[in-house]
């Protein structure tokens, strides 16, 4: 049981057009030109294109987005990574949602360091999800990104029913000009990289499996709110979040964490769960103690980084059993982070 709070990573809830990927951009950040339903294209140049879901930016996806940044420098084409703002699955299974590794924004965060042009969000809706295989890249492929470059994984599927694969697009690029790089499967310890594996292992908790696989730590942004104050009471100050509820969460438990604020890190130590002892919460709240700081968060963005789950989360008969418990957390987040 750890105190304190945390809003989600706001996102862009203004209306977006029906028409794929063609006209104005709405960011632009480090040289990255980010687009959601438009795009706009250097009229002197090409394109060369990553499609795919991109949930989480794995090892896999990275593999995808380094070959196409690479081979459009060689060839003189422009960037893009073309994407949903929200997974498929949302769409075609409804009752079978999908719960994502990360918002778009933090997704667009992660790939401005990459060295990409342009990244490009497609509303995923019922009327996107009838177009067919070939009326996608006759459309949008080729007429409004001029593609001469596709980059995709070896289990890419699209249109309608997922009726397209690499066969089809190797053979519409003959066609059409545009040449098709598909990516082999990335492995790590003989386990292929996949969204689907790293989300079972973030909700069993177990995160270095996800850091395998992610290549980096499984982390939550947000904006920092007010809470109850109770953690301060006993000695503990910590910032809370309430995450988006589309996202993938780690099992209930106590977790040793990074915290990042304002370009420094702080060692942390993050309670996901209910709050049981004290005001037991239906709402799943991320509560986090940083180590060393003791200024004031609210109003201000964090991101923690979950390194390895401690232990599950328990309901503490009196508070002074919790404070206790919460030091020897403490002891032993120290200790793992000094071997």
């Not at 304190?4 to 990255?32: F, L, M, R």
Request: proline share 4%.
């Amino acid at each position: 049981m750890y105190q304190g709070s945390i809003a989600p990573v706001e996102q862009d809830k203004g209306k977006v057009g029906q028409e794929s990927c063609h006209d104005i951009a709405i960011k632009e950040e480090n040289a990255v030109k980010i687009f959601r339903n438009r795009f706009t294209l250097p009229e002197d140049k090409a394109c060369g294109v990553g499609l795919g879901n991109f949930d989480g930016l794995h090892r896999g996806h990275m593999a995808l987005i380094n070959t196409l940044i690479n081979e459009c420098q060689l060839n003189d084409l422009h960037s893009v990574v073309y994407t949903f703002m929200k997974h498929p699955e949302h769409i075609l299974r409804k009752k079978l949602y999908t719960p994502l590794i990360m918002t778009t924004d933090h997704k667009a965060k992660v790939l401005e360091k990459t060295g990409l042009e342009s990244l490009c969000f497609q509303e995923f809706d019922e009327e996107f999800s009838r177009m067919s295989p070939e009326s996608f890249v006759e459309d949008i492929l080729v007429r409004k990104m001029r593609a001469k470059l596709v980059v995709v994984g070896f289990n890419f599927h699209f249109g309608y029913m997922g009726k397209g694969d690499t066969d089809l697009l190797r053979q519409m690029g003959n066609q059409l000009g545009f040449r098709l790089v598909v990516i082999p499967p990335v492995k790590v310890r003989e386990e292929i990289v996949s969204s689907t594996i790293i989300r079972q292992y973030i909700m069993k908790g177990k995160m270095e499996k996800a850091f395998e696989l992610l290549g980096r730590h499984f982390s939550v942004p947000g904006k920092v709110i007010s809470g109850t104050q109770v953690g301060r009471t006993l000695g503990f100050p910590t910032a809370n979040m309430i995450p988006e509820r589309c996202l993938v969460m780690p099992a209930i438990g106590v977790y040793i964490t990074r915290t990042m604020y304002q370009g420094k890190w702080y060692n942390s130590v993050t309670n996901v769960g209910h709050r049981p002892t004290l005001n037991y919460d239906t709402k799943v709240t991320l509560e986090t103690h940083m180590t060393g700081f003791d200024g004031q968060l609210y109003g201000q963005d964090i991101e923690v980084f979950f390194l390895k789950k401690l232990r599950d989360e328990k309901r503490f008969s009196n508070r002074d059993e919790l404070i206790h418990q919460i030091q020897l957390d403490l002891l032993q987040a120290e200790k793992f982070r000094n071997t």
